[in-house]
């Protein structure tokens, strides 16, 4: 069965620092979607993107968030500059072709830990 | 601004036993309802999903919830649960344009 694969699942990093977070969505969707979740807290929205370029963004994705779809098969999340409250689990989604209320299929996350 | 509200942050119940886990939203405009299952150290699995007709929504798993649009709400329920349905369960809703609004999470833990 298909799935939503993300890579690291786990990074540490110092901040200040630049982080990459890759996801493969499942190959012919067209949706993809990042968001987060503080420990403790509620998952929440942070991007999605259609067509090349985002759609909409939420409040917490600010100029140090950028995303990417490099090639056919990725689609990345980049903070340039990390905070301390940067740390979440990272999770990336992906949905069909029949448009955006199509089943969002998560990845596993990734957990990014800013020290 | 649209928003989800899960009543309960823990449900403890037995093996067997019959459970609901409560959600309530607000939205302005037409809403889409889904409830997700995280269980540990996965990603999200959709359970399931309103976006029109029939009120009474059936999912995976044995999982059914009811669309009350008077009351807001959008219960998650199943009459007889199993140890493997220990996990936390993810009120959300969404407008036309895919992002989901997610709640706090509620804590489904079944006991023998």
């Known amino acids: 069965e298909p799935e939503v694969t993300q890579t690291p699942s786990h990074q540490v990093t110092q901040m200040g620092q630049e982080v990459i977070l890759r996801c493969v969505p499942i190959?012919?969707?067209?949706?993809f979607y990042w968001y987060r979740q503080i420990l403790g807290q509620k998952v929440e929205f942070l991007v999605s993107?259609?067509?090349?370029?985002?759609?909409?963004k939420s409040e917490i994705f600010d100029d140090q968030f950028s995303v990417e779809r490099p090639d056919g098969s990725n689609f990345t999340l980049k903070i340039r500059s990390t905070k301390l409250e940067d740390s979440a689990m990272y999770f990336c989604?992906?949905?069909?072709?029949?448009?955006?209320?199509?089943?969002?299929?998560f990845g596993p996350g990734t957990r990014l830990t800013v020290l | 601004a649209q928003s989800v509200t899960q009543l309960d942050s823990q449900v403890p119940v037995f093996e067997e036993a019959p459970v609901e886990l409560r959600c309530n939203y607000s939205?302005?405009?037409?809403?889409?309802l889904f409830w997700y299952v995280q269980y540990p150290n996965q990603g999200l699995q959709l359970l399931l999903k309103?976006?029109?007709?029939?009120?009474l929504v059936k999912g995976i798993n044995g999982f059914e919830a009811e669309f009350n649009k008077s009351q807001t709400s959008f219960h998650l329920r199943k009459p007889s649960v199993h140890i493997s349905d220990t996990a936390e369960y993810f009120c959300?809703?969404?407008?036309?344009?895919?992002?989901?609004?997610f709640g706090q999470g509620t804590e489904l833990s079944v006991k023998p």
């Open positions: 190959s012919n969707h067209l949706y």
């Open positions: 993107f259609y067509n090349n370029e985002i759609s909409e």
């Open positions: 959300a809703v969404s407008e036309e344009r895919g992002k989901l609004i």
């Open positions: 309103y976006l029109s007709g029939s009120t």
């Open positions: 939205s302005s405009v037409s809403v889409y």
């Open positions: 989604a992906s949905s069909g072709t029949s448009g955006p209320l199509d089943e969002q299929f």
